[in-house]
């Protein structure tokens, strides 16, 4: 008999749903010069050089000479940042660039000027494609009539554009930033052969219950996997709930900081009830390497992006979004969406929630399920309730539509 409540898994062949049925620590304080770099973006005193500039000057200032190669612009036109008119280091006053209210700036948010947008091509990932796009894995019947689940994920080292002009050495899982969203159900068999194509030590450190050898930390178990190699981490899928996985490899901070994060999604045995379901990663991008803070923040890998391309959502439908921090060098992020509420459900862990609000808080690594229907259609913004990381790329826009 078909479970009208769970989600279809378009891989396996033993599903019983139809496919067409789915839609689709805090850190030491701050130094003097990481808070002032923060400030510049947010006062826009590169004036017309904008991002791009700004993030090389910082870099420059800030970084040694190895990081500071790293960050690039590809000129003012391109890579100019806006948030209304800003003045200068001169004190003249640069006027936004024409028709850059589509976009916002101003009055209407913080954004990248319109025509300035990252290459998501070259990048290799698109957020709105990695909103929806859940992974899975390759699905066989063990000879107990268990479900096995197999991926393959390789750690590659990555220029990632991380704004308009602003080239960031990434490490990153299977090419993206987050990584794929791994799927399954519980007591699924899991099995993830982790390839280490990257000039540097890593692994695969998953949140839930398993084996102390499969926890791919150092010195237990197999322990770091070295550029070159490669090894199979396998458990079973549980607790249900929404977790992440990560590298572990010390120092910590910096192999999360550069993109070495993703979602693991274990769904109840019983299901939940069918929605357009999200994941949204919320993160940062520390540019001057200081490891004080972000100059950048973004969900999904690109600051302002669900600006420039807004959620569409369709009216009383249930939407169920996988919210997840990994943000670094920052203590605390949150979530908060505009005119509506929705139930939470922390950890995912339960299947009733435990409020009905409009904003939560997450430290890192704290993760929860949102769920809502949108009764009315039109625009509705959604950003951290920080106000600094909203204005530094940390906001979007649900488009509800009938």
């Not at 808070?35 to 904008?50: E, K, N, P, V, Y």
């Not at 500071?68 to 936004?96: E, I, L, Y």
């Not at 550069?258 to 540019?287: K, L």
Request: some cysteine; overall charge negative.
């Amino acid at each position: 008999m078909t479970d009208e409540r769970m989600p279809t898994d378009p891989t396996d062949p033993t599903d019983p749903t139809d496919p067409a049925g789915q839609a689709a620590v805090p850190g030491p304080e701050r130094s003097r010069a990481a808070t002032t770099s923060r400030r510049l973006f947010l006062a826009g005193t590169a004036g017309a050089a904008g991002v791009g500039a700004l993030l090389t000057r910082s870099a420059l200032a800030d970084a040694g000479p190895v990081e500071a190669a790293h960050t690039t612009h590809s000129g003012a036109a391109r890579a100019a940042w806006t948030s209304g008119p800003s003045t200068g280091a001169t004190g003249a006053t640069d006027a936004p660039a024409a028709g850059a209210h589509a976009h916002g700036g101003g009055v209407n948010g913080a954004t990248f000027r319109e025509g300035a947008t990252v290459d998501h091509t070259a990048n290799g990932f698109n957020p709105t494609a990695t909103l929806r796009d859940f992974d899975w894995g390759t699905t066989s019947k063990r000879p107990d009539g268990r479900t096995l689940r197999e991926w393959e994920v390789v750690a590659r080292d990555q220029e990632i554009e991380v704004a308009p002009g602003v080239s960031f050495p990434g490490w990153t899982f299977n090419g993206r930033v987050p990584g794929p969203t791994l799927r399954c159900r519980e007591n699924d068999r899991l099995r993830i052969r982790f390839v280490n194509a990257s000039a540097h030590p890593h692994t695969m450190h998953f949140h839930g219950i398993h084996p102390a050898e499969m926890d791919g930390v150092p010195m237990v178990g197999r322990g770091t996997i070295a550029p070159g190699e490669d090894f199979v981490y396998e458990f079973d899928a549980e607790p249900f709930g929404l977790h992440l996985y990560h590298c572990h490899v010390g120092p910590l901070a910096e192999h999360i900081a550069r993109g070495m994060y993703g979602t693991f999604i274990i769904d109840p045995a019983r299901g939940r009830p069918r929605a357009d379901e999200m994941v949204m990663v919320q993160h940062g991008w520390n540019t001057t390497f200081d490891g004080q803070g972000n100059q950048l923040y973004a969900v999904n890998g690109i600051p302002f992006h669900y600006m420039n391309e807004p959620i569409r959502v369709k009216r009383g439908e249930l939407v169920r979004i996988y919210l997840v921090n990994v943000l670094e060098y920052d203590p605390i992020n949150s979530f908060h969406v505009h005119g509506n509420f929705f139930d939470y459900y922390p950890t995912g862990t339960r299947l009733e929630p435990t409020e009905y609000t409009d904003t939560v808080v997450q430290g890192q690594g704290q993760r929860g399920i949102c769920e809502l229907r949108f009764p009315h259609p039109g625009r509705y913004m959604f950003h951290a309730h920080k106000t600094e990381f909203a204005d530094l790329g940390w906001m979007g826009f649900f488009e509800v539509v009938d």
